[in-house]
Protein backbone atom coordinates (compact mmCIF):
# COMPACT_ATOMS: atom_id res chain seq x y z
CA UNK A 1 0.00 0.00 0.00
CA UNK A 2 1.62 3.37 -1.24
CA UNK A 3 0.67 5.90 1.57
CA UNK A 4 3.89 8.32 0.84
CA UNK A 5 5.33 9.79 -1.95
CA UNK A 6 8.28 12.07 -2.93
CA UNK A 7 6.67 15.44 -5.27
CA UNK A 8 8.43 16.63 -7.96
CA UNK A 9 9.99 20.04 -6.85
CA UNK A 10 11.75 21.07 -9.74
CA UNK A 11 9.18 23.22 -11.06
CA UNK A 12 10.53 22.88 -14.96
CA UNK A 13 9.92 18.97 -14.99
CA UNK A 14 6.08 19.89 -15.05
CA UNK A 15 6.09 20.88 -18.71
CA UNK A 16 8.85 19.08 -19.46
CA UNK A 17 7.34 16.08 -18.49
CA UNK A 18 3.62 16.08 -17.82
CA UNK A 19 3.05 19.68 -20.73
CA UNK A 20 1.45 21.79 -17.34
CA UNK A 21 2.30 24.84 -16.42
CA UNK A 22 4.71 24.95 -13.21
CA UNK A 23 2.80 24.91 -9.78
CA UNK A 24 2.16 28.72 -8.71
CA UNK A 25 2.96 27.58 -5.15
CA UNK A 26 5.87 25.45 -3.18
CA UNK A 27 5.08 21.99 -2.79
CA UNK A 28 5.74 19.88 0.40
CA UNK A 29 8.31 17.29 -0.69
CA UNK A 30 6.76 14.51 1.12
CA UNK A 31 3.03 13.60 0.38
CA UNK A 32 1.41 11.68 3.24
CA UNK A 33 -2.70 11.66 3.06
CA UNK A 34 -4.72 14.38 3.79
CA UNK A 35 -1.40 16.14 2.27
CA UNK A 36 -2.22 18.48 -0.16
CA UNK A 37 -0.51 17.53 -3.47
CA UNK A 38 -0.92 18.45 -7.46
CA UNK A 39 -2.56 15.93 -10.14
CA UNK A 40 -2.68 16.25 -13.31
CA UNK A 41 -6.34 15.95 -15.46
CA UNK A 42 -7.46 16.71 -18.26
CA UNK A 43 -8.50 20.52 -18.87
CA UNK A 44 -12.75 20.93 -18.98
CA UNK A 45 -12.51 22.86 -21.80
CA UNK A 46 -11.38 19.72 -24.23
CA UNK A 47 -14.34 18.84 -26.27
CA UNK A 48 -12.20 17.05 -29.11
CA UNK A 49 -9.51 14.26 -28.77
CA UNK A 50 -7.04 13.33 -31.35
CA UNK A 51 -5.26 11.06 -29.54
CA UNK A 52 -6.66 7.32 -30.10
CA UNK A 53 -8.63 6.94 -26.63
CA UNK A 54 -8.43 2.81 -26.87
CA UNK A 55 -4.80 3.09 -27.06
CA UNK A 56 -2.83 1.42 -24.38
CA UNK A 57 0.59 1.12 -25.78
CA UNK A 58 3.45 3.84 -26.89
CA UNK A 59 3.06 6.04 -29.97
CA UNK A 60 5.41 4.89 -33.05
CA UNK A 61 7.48 6.99 -34.68
CA UNK A 62 6.54 9.63 -36.48
CA UNK A 63 3.14 9.84 -35.23
CA UNK A 64 1.11 13.18 -34.97
CA UNK A 65 1.56 14.66 -31.33
CA UNK A 66 -0.94 14.59 -29.14
CA UNK A 67 -3.06 17.64 -28.82
CA UNK A 68 -5.16 16.42 -25.30
CA UNK A 69 -4.78 19.84 -23.01
CA UNK A 70 -4.10 18.78 -19.40
CA UNK A 71 -4.27 20.91 -16.51
CA UNK A 72 -2.48 20.83 -13.17
CA UNK A 73 -5.34 20.28 -10.24
CA UNK A 74 -4.70 20.81 -6.47
CA UNK A 75 -5.86 18.27 -3.76
CA UNK A 76 -5.58 16.29 -0.76
CA UNK A 77 -4.20 13.04 -0.73
CA UNK A 78 -6.79 10.63 -0.03
CA UNK A 79 -9.93 10.58 -1.90
CA UNK A 80 -13.37 11.72 -0.29
CA UNK A 81 -16.32 10.25 -1.86
CA UNK A 82 -19.19 12.52 -2.83
CA UNK A 83 -21.69 10.56 -0.70
CA UNK A 84 -20.00 11.40 2.45
CA UNK A 85 -22.23 13.52 4.79
CA UNK A 86 -19.78 15.73 6.37
CA UNK A 87 -16.76 17.35 6.61
CA UNK A 88 -15.15 15.49 9.94
CA UNK A 89 -16.72 12.57 8.03
CA UNK A 90 -14.18 13.09 4.88
CA UNK A 91 -11.13 13.92 6.96
CA UNK A 92 -11.81 10.10 8.87
CA UNK A 93 -12.51 8.62 5.95
CA UNK A 94 -10.20 9.89 3.14
CA UNK A 95 -6.89 8.44 5.14
CA UNK A 96 -8.08 5.20 4.40
CA UNK A 97 -8.46 6.13 0.80
CA UNK A 98 -5.16 7.10 -0.44
CA UNK A 99 -5.38 3.90 -2.82
CA UNK A 100 -7.81 2.50 -4.70
CA UNK A 101 -7.46 -1.36 -6.02
CA UNK A 102 -7.86 -1.49 -9.88
CA UNK A 103 -9.40 -4.95 -9.56
CA UNK A 104 -11.99 -4.11 -7.39
CA UNK A 105 -12.59 0.69 -8.69
CA UNK A 106 -15.78 -0.61 -10.60
CA UNK A 107 -17.48 -2.53 -7.65
CA UNK A 108 -16.55 -0.18 -4.64
CA UNK A 109 -18.75 2.03 -3.40
CA UNK A 110 -15.61 4.34 -2.86
CA UNK A 111 -14.61 4.45 -5.78
CA UNK A 112 -16.78 3.48 -8.64
CA UNK A 113 -18.88 6.85 -8.67
CA UNK A 114 -15.77 8.63 -9.92
CA UNK A 115 -14.43 5.94 -12.16
CA UNK A 116 -17.25 6.13 -14.18
CA UNK A 117 -17.43 9.73 -14.40
CA UNK A 118 -14.42 9.24 -15.83
CA UNK A 119 -12.65 11.40 -13.06
CA UNK A 120 -9.05 9.90 -14.07
CA UNK A 121 -5.99 11.55 -14.14
CA UNK A 122 -2.24 11.16 -13.14
CA UNK A 123 -0.11 11.98 -10.21
CA UNK A 124 3.54 13.23 -10.72
CA UNK A 125 5.97 12.13 -8.20
CA UNK A 126 9.71 11.29 -8.21
CA UNK A 127 9.50 8.41 -6.11
CA UNK A 128 7.42 6.64 -4.06
CA UNK A 129 8.07 4.47 -0.34
CA UNK A 130 7.76 1.17 0.79
CA UNK A 131 9.07 -0.84 4.11
CA UNK A 132 11.60 -3.28 3.19
CA UNK A 133 10.84 -6.38 5.91
CA UNK A 134 13.31 -8.43 5.15
CA UNK A 135 15.79 -7.78 8.33
CA UNK A 136 12.84 -8.38 10.76
CA UNK A 137 12.27 -4.32 11.06
CA UNK A 138 10.72 -1.89 8.86
CA UNK A 139 13.45 -0.08 6.42
CA UNK A 140 11.84 2.65 4.84
CA UNK A 141 12.82 2.32 1.14
CA UNK A 142 12.93 4.98 -1.90
CA UNK A 143 11.79 3.51 -5.36
CA UNK A 144 12.44 5.33 -8.77
CA UNK A 145 13.08 5.22 -11.69
CA UNK A 146 16.27 4.15 -13.07
CA UNK A 147 17.08 7.19 -15.68
CA UNK A 148 15.99 9.52 -12.57
CA UNK A 149 12.90 11.41 -14.32
CA UNK A 150 9.59 11.44 -12.96
CA UNK A 151 6.49 9.06 -12.40
CA UNK A 152 3.07 9.52 -13.88
CA UNK A 153 0.99 7.24 -11.54
CA UNK A 154 -2.92 6.59 -12.73
CA UNK A 155 -5.06 7.96 -10.16
CA UNK A 156 -9.04 9.43 -9.53
CA UNK A 157 -9.81 12.48 -8.40
CA UNK A 158 -13.53 13.61 -6.85
CA UNK A 159 -14.95 16.76 -5.94
CA UNK A 160 -16.65 16.95 -2.40
CA UNK A 161 -19.43 19.76 -1.81
CA UNK A 162 -21.50 19.81 1.09
CA UNK A 163 -23.11 23.59 3.17
CA UNK A 164 -20.52 25.68 1.18
CA UNK A 165 -17.58 23.10 1.77
CA UNK A 166 -15.14 21.88 -0.83
CA UNK A 167 -12.67 19.35 -0.76
CA UNK A 168 -10.88 18.29 -4.09
CA UNK A 169 -8.81 15.12 -3.28
CA UNK A 170 -7.45 12.19 -5.61
CA UNK A 171 -6.18 8.34 -4.65
CA UNK A 172 -3.29 6.42 -6.50
CA UNK A 173 -4.46 2.92 -8.56
CA UNK A 174 -2.58 0.20 -7.43
CA UNK A 175 -1.74 -3.25 -9.39
CA UNK A 176 -0.78 -6.42 -7.39
CA UNK A 177 2.63 -6.67 -7.21
CA UNK A 178 3.56 -10.46 -5.71
CA UNK A 179 5.35 -11.56 -8.65
CA UNK A 180 6.92 -8.61 -9.53
CA UNK A 181 10.60 -9.09 -9.65
CA UNK A 182 11.36 -6.04 -7.13
CA UNK A 183 7.82 -4.78 -5.41
CA UNK A 184 7.23 -8.23 -4.26
CA UNK A 185 9.98 -7.88 -1.40
CA UNK A 186 8.18 -5.01 0.08
CA UNK A 187 6.02 -4.78 2.68
CA UNK A 188 4.93 -6.98 5.28
CA UNK A 189 4.73 -10.63 4.78
CA UNK A 190 2.01 -12.82 4.42
CA UNK A 191 -0.11 -9.76 2.71
CA UNK A 192 -0.31 -9.32 -0.55
CA UNK A 193 2.16 -6.81 -2.20
CA UNK A 194 0.65 -4.06 -4.09
CA UNK A 195 2.06 -1.36 -6.24
CA UNK A 196 1.10 2.02 -7.76
CA UNK A 197 -0.21 1.55 -11.46
CA UNK A 198 2.87 3.61 -13.46
CA UNK A 199 1.93 4.80 -16.33
CA UNK A 200 3.97 4.88 -19.77
CA UNK A 201 5.22 8.04 -20.29
CA UNK A 202 3.54 8.12 -24.18
CA UNK A 203 0.33 6.96 -22.70
CA UNK A 204 -0.73 10.08 -20.45
CA UNK A 205 -3.57 11.47 -23.17
CA UNK A 206 -4.74 8.44 -24.10
CA UNK A 207 -5.20 7.13 -20.24
CA UNK A 208 -7.14 10.95 -19.34
CA UNK A 209 -9.79 10.06 -22.52
CA UNK A 210 -10.03 6.40 -22.63
CA UNK A 211 -13.63 5.26 -22.32
CA UNK A 212 -14.01 4.12 -19.03
CA UNK A 213 -14.62 0.31 -20.16
CA UNK A 214 -11.03 0.45 -21.71
CA UNK A 215 -9.87 2.34 -19.03
CA UNK A 216 -8.32 -0.73 -16.79
CA UNK A 217 -6.15 -1.79 -19.83
CA UNK A 218 -3.88 0.40 -18.28
CA UNK A 219 -3.38 -0.96 -15.15
CA UNK A 220 -0.03 -3.05 -15.46
CA UNK A 221 3.04 -3.64 -13.77
CA UNK A 222 5.77 -1.11 -14.25
CA UNK A 223 8.78 -3.33 -15.36
CA UNK A 224 11.22 -4.02 -12.69
CA UNK A 225 14.31 -3.05 -14.70
CA UNK A 226 13.24 0.42 -15.15
CA UNK A 227 12.78 1.12 -11.25
CA UNK A 228 15.41 1.21 -8.76
CA UNK A 229 15.02 0.60 -4.89
CA UNK A 230 17.28 2.37 -2.52
CA UNK A 231 16.99 2.17 1.54
CA UNK A 232 16.09 5.85 2.93
CA UNK A 233 19.01 7.10 5.17
CA UNK A 234 17.84 8.58 8.44
Known amino acids: MSVHY ?3 QTGTLYPEA ?3 ATPSSA ?3 HIWPRKLGVFIRKAPSVLDVSVDADSTSEPTEGATPDKSVRELGVGQFGLVPPWVKSASDAKLRSTKLVNARS ?3 TT ?3 FRDTWLKGQRCIVPMMAFF ?3 WRSGKAVPTRITR ?3 KPMGVAGLWERWEKNGEEIISFTLLTVNANS ?3 LHRYQQGGNEKRMPAILGEGTYDAWLNARHEKAKEFMRAYPANWLTANPVEK
Request: glycine share 4%.
Open 103 to 105: ETV
Open 130 to 132: EDD
Open 18 to 20: FQV
Open 180 to 182: HAL
Open 6 to 8: ESV
Open 27 to 29: LER
Open 146 to 148: VDG
Open 108 to 110: STN
